[in-house]
């Protein structure tokens, strides 16, 4: 059987097929700039950058109860988080310096993995 593909999928447009309050169940990942910005732009999340050092992942469908997320910096400089909050909506993050013990932005990645109850 063939099959054939009308158009282009996108992350997007697969993200506003799925009603508004259905929770993720997916693993979602990627990258973030020290400026908050996203590399790659998805329909499963967005970042920003409120403060220095201080990161906010919202997740667009949610997860419930909530996501277990994790993070690793991509630096030769020794980062760690010093602060995580997680919710059904976003992570919540700050990272800091090992050697000044400072808060600092940080290029990083992420997962966010659905939690269980």
């Not at 997680?86 to 993995?113: H, P, Q, R, Y």
């Amino acid at each position: 059987m063939k099959s054939a593909i009308f158009g282009l999928l996108t992350a997007a447009a697969i993200a506003a097929a799925i009603p508004a309050h259905a929770a993720s169940t997916a693993i979602i990942a990627g990258g973030i700039n020290a400026d908050g910005s996203v590399q790659v732009i998805s329909g499963q999340y967005s970042a920003s950058r409120p403060g220095f050092g201080h990161y906010v992942i919202r997740f667009v469908n949610g997860y419930s109860p909530y996501p277990t997320c994790i993070f690793m910096p991509v630096s030769s400089t020794q980062f760690h988080v010093s602060g995580l909050v997680e919710s059904s909506t976003k992570c919540d993050v700050t990272f800091v310096n090992n050697t000044t013990g400072k808060l600092a932005n940080v290029l990083f990645n992420f997962v966010a993995l659905p939690t269980n109850h």
